[in-house]
């Protein structure tokens, strides 16, 4: 029981409405913007050199261009499935610029590996795995401190959270209903609650077609007096009066093989910094924020298995890469560890594991991105060992 | 779980507030001890397991102390809670200490793999305390376990503090216990809980960011003006990230009719360092007077005392010689003022509040830095340029608004005014409302508060 003085209730009554008006307004803000899965973009009909500028959109609608490509149109012969990290894996690195219909990198937002599970059972019921190789790239344990990993990024929609209960990859006692039910509250709150998607909704334009564009032939519109303002608000200005400013707004644009130019330095990458320098063990270990601890690698190793399974049930061969970070020799970090261990418990999965070639500079672009030379010796790698010709 | 985080502050707090005032009477610990069961469990079951032991140990313990010897049961008291603080917290920093190979490491993997127990110094000091309290006589062993678990396990309080003793709590228990219809102080729990919640959004993580701004860059291309602004950020972060941890955990307390200790009374207005360590983590100066300074002798010898106490106090936010360094730097400000407090208490108070705020700053980089990265860093902020900075006019303005917000107003006008003379912007419930929806759209930029790794 509880006695509130009558100013509390009424402080409470106003507090409560105000909170419950600015909620719903945030509800609505999320509700007007587009979801760029559906329709999808067909990145094959790009012409070579054109990319699609995501300047201005959510980190959701990044990843549901790529999201809406995949479950619509059929894989090539190589897919790459991972996060930020491999951002910089193009089809240049096996020699074919921009051959989307060869490779295609299919990076979204933060996944993690039970989210990346997820996402290629999905992938598998609508049909469109790849035909020869399926990439999967693994959070390197030292480039988050063990975060994204098995631990969610939180940023998949709602019906590919679903689609693995219904098709029964996950297990439908009560204590997963309960974590998948909790995965869809949460990644819901973080998208409606998030001042990102509240600003973009009210100044997003552009559709796919506006934000195709060749950089070499096309021209910024925007009058001269716009252009001399700050860039947010060119963006913000610009939307309002309908000037697509997407030829100048070339950073994090994908290519037509879905990767993203490394070569882009005009003022910032939301990856990548520009101007800055290269930074060693950019992330500092911390053990307060460590997200792997003991018993996790159980959870790595059944993840890679469940994975590496979907390949099997296809024919389809499952290679899992771990980039490495630039750093010092941090091997022996209790991350790195326990993501051994895990390892030690699937022997027989394949696994590109470069976790020690941490030290040559030309190999990243960032701290823990690694550029497209250091893709190169994947590629080689690939060849070498088999996996592909 | 953070306080930060829109799990804690959507699903988490709203739930519990619900469950706790529409269960009986008889019940409300019981959903307090399960909230902040789950509160803490979700770091993982082998900290939660660690702590329930260490709770178990500290009740059943404090039985001892009417049969066996007095030094026997408080080594045996202590020892659970202090062993777990020891091979959780500083096994890592005493391995690094007697350069331990990696076959010594393998024998106590099971201890580094297990994540840090979030709040462990915290805990383990009111574990101790209330041992040292039964002990000394100053309470009886409660029988209650259920109360005594509430003590401990209070989700406000849990991770980042303030220390409560067991003192502070008990009454206040006992009343949620027998006391049919509640009176919360909801709207000064909303309040602290809505500016808590956007000062460490607005000034401790925004002064971070620009922190970092500095930090990734190598030190030559720092000049000392961009030091100095570090520094000034530097203060600004920890102090109101603390601040802010300690505003919505009294916040909290009231939304249960718990009342906890205010832990930061603007210290940065103090005059001298003794001063400050009086208005800084209130809660843990007087642990640290109560149960480690005056055992050791107190004034008898001064200087020793004050030392290894300050020392206690480095080691207690952090393992490794950085906060050892940084204990000793106050140590040796705290004995400075000791022997000139005459001539320092003459200064005009403007001049005292700057020097102390100015010493205490240039101390927080051992927060962040190693001791050979901090000597660097002093070392090239006395050689370094002054012109061409890398840190650009906004930065400043920034720093100055927040200067203006810390040494401007008084916390009493403002933050724990009496009802009687409300306030138009920090009492109305529309700006606190907006500031909470404002902190929940932005809380994705919020970063843990650093008293977590305590």
């Known amino acids: ?389 | 779980m953070n306080f930060n985080s829109l799990e804690f502050l959507v699903l988490f707090l709203p739930i519990t507030v619900v469950a706790f005032y529409a269960a009986p009477m008889r019940l409300r610990l019981w959903v307090l001890v399960g909230a902040s069961f789950i509160f803490y469990g979700v770091s993982g079951l082998e900290v939660l397991l660690a702590f329930v032991i260490a709770i178990l140990w500290g009740y059943s313990t404090a039985f001892l102390f009417a049969r066996w010897p007095r030094a026997l049961a408080i080594i045996v008291a202590v020892s659970v809670p202090a062993l777990f603080l020891v091979m959780f917290k500083y096994l890592n920093f005493i391995m690094d200490s007697v350069q331990a190979g990696p076959q010594m490491r393998d024998h106590f993997w099971f201890f580094f793999s297990i994540l840090l127990p979030a709040g462990i110094s915290f805990y383990t000091f009111e574990i101790v305390s209330y041992s040292l309290d039964v002990a000394d006589g100053k309470i009886e062993p409660d029988r209650d376990l259920l109360r005594f678990t509430s003590f401990a396990t209070f989700f406000p309080h849990l991770i980042a503090g303030p220390i409560m003793r067991y003192t502070d709590l008990r009454e206040q228990l006992q009343a949620l216990q027998s006391t049919q219809i509640l009176k919360p102080q909801i709207v000064s729990g909303l309040k602290l809980l809505s500016i808590g919640l956007i000062f460490k959004i607005l000034i401790a993580d925004v002064s971070g960011m620009r922190v970092s701004k500095a930090i990734d860059l190598p030190l030559e291309q720092l000049t000392a003006i961009d030091q100095l602004t570090q520094i000034g950020f530097w203060s600004a972060q920890i102090y109101y990230d603390f601040w802010a941890y300690s505003v919505m955990a009294i916040g909290l307390g009231r939304l249960f009719c718990i009342e906890l200790p205010v832990n930061f009374r603007e210290p940065y207005l103090s005059r001298n360092p003794r001063e400050f360590w009086q208005r800084w983590h209130v809660t843990l100066s007087y642990w640290l007077r109560d149960y480690a300074y005056i055992r050791i002798g107190g004034r008898e010898a001064y200087v020793r005392n004050i030392l290894i106490v300050f020392a206690l106090v480095g080691l207690w936010h952090g393992a490794g010689w950085n906060f050892v360094a940084w204990g000793i730097y106050h140590a040796v400000l705290v004995i400075l003022y000791h022997f000139t407090a005459p001539a320092w208490d003459r200064l005009p108070q403007s001049i005292a509040t700057a020097m102390t705020f100015i010493l205490v700053s240039f101390g927080w980089p051992l927060f962040f830095l190693s001791l050979e990265k901090y000597a660097a860093f002093l070392e090239h902020l006395v050689t370094a340029p002054w012109h061409a900075p890398v840190y650009r006019p906004h930065d400043w303005l920034y720093l100055a608004a927040i200067g203006v917000v810390t040494f401007g107003f008084r916390e009493r006008n403002w933050l724990y005014n009496e009802s009687a003379r409300r306030n138009i912007i920090t009492d109305s419930p529309v700006v606190l409302a907006s500031l909470m929806f404002t902190g929940l759209l932005l809380v994705s930029l919020s970063r843990t508060f650093i008293y977590f790794r305590f």
């Open chain 1, 1 to 389: 029981m509880v006695a509130l003085e009558p100013y509390q209730r009424r402080w409470l009554a106003v507090f409560g409405a105000t909170l419950a008006l600015l909620v719903s307004l945030a509800v609505w803000l999320s509700l007007r913007l587009p979801s760029f899965r559906e329709p999808a973009f067909d990145f094959y009909t790009m012409q070579p050199g054109e990319i699609f500028s995501v300047y201005g959109l959510t980190r959701r609608q990044e990843g549901s261009v790529k999201l809406g490509f995949a479950e619509t149109y059929p894989a090539p012969e190589i897919g790459l499935y991972g996060n930020h990290i491999v951002a910089y894996f193009g089809a240049d690195a096996f020699g074919r610029p921009e051959d989307a219909e060869y490779f295609f990198n299919y990076f979204y937002a933060n996944l993690s590996l039970p989210e990346l599970h997820r996402y290629l059972l999905h992938v598998e019921k609508k049909g469109h795995l790849p035909k020869r190789l399926i990439l999967v790239q693994i959070t390197p344990p030292n480039a988050d401190n063990g975060h994204f990993i098995i631990n969610l990024g939180n940023e998949l929609p709602p019906d590919i959270l679903l689609s693995g209960l219904a098709s029964g990859a996950v297990s439908r006692n009560p204590l997963s209903i309960g974590a998948v039910a909790w995965e869809l509250i949460t990644n819901w709150l973080h998208e409606v609650l998030n001042y990102n998607t509240a600003i973009l909704s009210l100044f997003q334009s552009g559709g796919y077609k506006e934000r195709t564009v060749n950089p070499a032939n096309c021209r910024d519109e925007s009058p001269a007096w716009l252009r001399r303002l700050s860039f947010g608000l060119q963006g913000v200005i610009g939307a309002l009066g309908g000037f697509h400013v997407f030829c100048t707004r070339r950073w994090d644009a994908f290519r037509r093989d879905g990767s993203q130019d490394a070569s882009i330095e005009e003022l910032q990458t939301t990856i990548v910094p520009s101007g800055s320098s290269l930074v060693q063990n950019e992330n500092e270990l911390r053990e307060s924020d460590r997200a792997l601890r003991s018993g996790d690698e159980r959870e790595i190793a059944r993840q890679m298995r469940a994975i590496d399974a979907i390949g099997v049930r296809h024919g389809v061969k499952v290679v899992f890469m771990v980039p490495p970070v630039y750093e010092t020799d941090r091997h022996d970090s209790v991350v790195n560890q326990i993501f051994d261990r895990g390892r030690a418990l699937v022997p027989d999965i394949a696994v590109i594991d470069h976790r020690d070639m941490r030290s040559n500079p030309l190999h990243f672009k960032g701290g823990i991105h690694p550029s497209p030379q250091y893709y190169r010796v994947v590629a080689d790698e690939l060849r070498r060992r088999g996996f592909i010709e």
